[in-house]
């Protein structure tokens, strides 16, 4: 399905273009603000690759799946977004920048209100790469074959933030609620 995709899109296809546009727009954006932390920016970021992907449609070519590399070709931007906008600032001090919609957005699937804002409270105090990791699995949906792409790292070091990720979180929210 996703070689049908991508060859609609190679000969022009405007309808499936902006249904994949449509599907991804605003993940991708919540995704790029967590390294411009800016609502605007990551709206740029996000159309900028479309614009990229559409321009040079004739040569669309993806070796992994949509969803991958559309996380990765986001990345890339921001970071590269970030180099242009922010030239004075440590590029890794700009990636830590939390986000106010980050901050909103229900990510989890649990009911328990409270529960779920403590997990997210937790997770912005995890370090960088793993607290990405967690977010691309959890909110994004990402497979760890996918992540690794994105992140290019390998499966396995994908697997280990994770466990390490969850590992941290289970000790921190053990001590929140078996502490009262």
């Not at 727009?25 to 603000?33: G, H």
């Not at 699995?137 to 933030?161: D, F, P, W």
Request: overall charge neutral.
């Amino acid at each position: 399905m996703e070689k049908e995709l991508i060859e609609k899109i190679r000969k022009g296809d405007e309808e499936v273009f902006g249904e994949l546009f449509r599907t991804w727009y605003s993940d991708l954006c919540l995704f790029a603000n967590q390294y411009v932390g800016s609502a605007d920016l990551s709206r740029d970021v996000v159309q900028e690759v479309f614009i990229r992907i559409w321009d040079n449609r004739e040569n669309f070519n993806i070796n992994s799946s949509v969803k991958a590399y559309l996380y990765k070709a986001v990345k890339n931007q921001a970071i590269s977004q970030l180099r242009k906008t922010k030239p004075s600032t440590d590029i890794s001090e700009a990636l830590n920048t939390k986000s106010d919609l980050y901050e909103m957005e229900e990510i989890l699937s649990y009911r328990d209100e409270p529960l779920t804002n403590q997990i997210w409270k937790e997770v912005r105090e995890l370090p960088e790469r793993k607290r990405t990791i967690f977010t691309l699995y959890r909110k994004h949906g990402l497979s760890y074959k996918e992540i690794a792409e994105v992140m290019g790292i390998t499966r396995k070091t994908v697997e280990n933030q994770m466990g390490r990720a969850l590992l941290f979180l289970r000790e921190r929210l053990q001590k929140v609620y078996l502490s009262d």
